[in-house]
């Protein structure tokens, strides 16, 4: 899981990858913001899936303990 900050209403959620095995199949897929629904798109060789926030990785997000940016997940 990571967090993602959406372009659009600038709010930050949790964002991961689900990875399938089939090798050089990577195509642009969705990353929708869970609370106004603007999508973009990234690469991944699966799908991707998003979340709000809990109420303590709002918090920690805050306090500056988790930082934005996408990491694979397998």
């Known amino acids: 899981m990571s967090i993602e900050k959406c372009e659009s209403c600038k709010k930050p959620f949790s964002v991961w990858e689900h990875q399938l095995a089939m090798p050089g199949t990577k195509e642009k897929e969705p990353i929708t913001c869970p609370y106004c629904h603007h999508t973009i798109e ?3 060789n699966g ?7 809990t109420e303590q ?5 805050e306090e500056g303990k988790l930082s934005i940016g996408i990491k694979n997940v397998a």
């Open 42 to 44: 990234r690469t991944s």
């Open 47 to 53: 799908w991707w899936n998003t979340a709000p926030l």
């Open 57 to 61: 990785q709002q918090k920690d997000y």
